[in-house]
């Protein structure tokens, strides 16, 4: 026989600090997997980034006919394809589309200016 005293507060209260601890752990979650997702983009722009800093470090140290010749440029985290234009004869139009090993690309487009090995005109576009 259930006593008088007896409210059945225990089960309410278990109940509501399950449901808290259950929503504690899924926001936890969904902001781990947020962070995950961002530095691994994160992860993806720094390489992009660094493949075409080296690879314009790699064409200013080349002459002219090596510069036109070049066709793409192979680092440890993925490729450099170039497309090198003579605009005049001292200006080189370049275009550079750096892939890292994990995906994506990044497009840089400048000129050179081979006698002085100055670059002009830069911009970038990430897709």
């Not at 899924?26 to 493949?51: G, M, N, P, V």
Request: with cysteine; proline share 2%; charged share 25%.
């Amino acid at each position: 026989m259930k006593n008088d005293q007896e409210a059945g507060y225990i089960l309410p209260i278990t109940v509501i600090l399950v449901f808290i601890l259950c929503a504690v752990i899924a926001e936890q979650t969904r902001y781990y997997l947020s962070e995950k997702q961002f530095f691994a983009a994160e992860t993806t722009i720094f390489q992009l980034e660094e493949l075409l800093q080296v690879a314009v470090v790699d064409l200013k140290q080349k002459n002219r006919e090596e510069l036109l010749s070049t066709s793409s440029l192979q680092y440890i985290h993925g490729t450099v394809i170039c497309n090198v234009r003579e605009i005049d004869e001292e200006t080189l139009r370049i275009i550079l589309q750096a892939k890292p090993k994990n995906g994506g690309s990044r497009y840089a487009h400048f000129l050179m200016n081979t006698n002085e090995g100055i670059i002009t005109e830069w911009w970038e576009v990430t897709r």
